[in-house]
């Protein structure tokens, strides 16, 4: 049976890593973990905070995903929409989630990403 989401993939072009860094370590406020040696050897890099972890990894002939994405939990969504917008990160709102404050934002390579947060409603 399945227990848990253990990791989500997102892909990445070559070259991309230091790009990557910036946006999820610096703006989203992950921490990058280390690749074990034999995958590290691939490129990319992995990100985590608390129990989710984001493997990106470089795909050959790159395109992000128009409507895929991971849906990421937060708290004090306002604040935490405030702090990609401070870092240059665009938010884009959408209300269409009953029971949910979520917007959207795209990383450095175009990946798309779903901030949410439950409401009382």
């Avoid at 990319?44 to 795909?59: D, K, R, S, T, Y």
Wanted: proline share 7%.
């Amino acid at each position: 049976m399945i227990a848990a989401v253990d990791h989500v993939q997102l892909a990445a072009p070559a070259g991309s890593e230091d790009a990557l860094r910036d946006y999820y370590a610096d703006t989203l406020g992950m921490a990058e973990i280390p690749k074990p040696p034999a995958l590290a050897a691939r490129g990319g890099c992995w990100f985590q905070a608390g129990p989710v972890q984001l493997h990106l990894g470089i795909e050959q002939d790159f395109r992000p995903a128009k409507k895929a994405h991971p849906g990421l939990r937060v708290t004090d969504i306002e604040a935490y929409a405030a702090r990609l917008e401070a870092r240059g990160a665009e938010v884009r709102w959408d209300g269409d989630l009953p029971g949910h404050r979520r917007f959207y934002s795209h990383d450095p390579v175009g990946n798309r990403l779903e901030f949410l947060e439950r409401t009382d409603s």
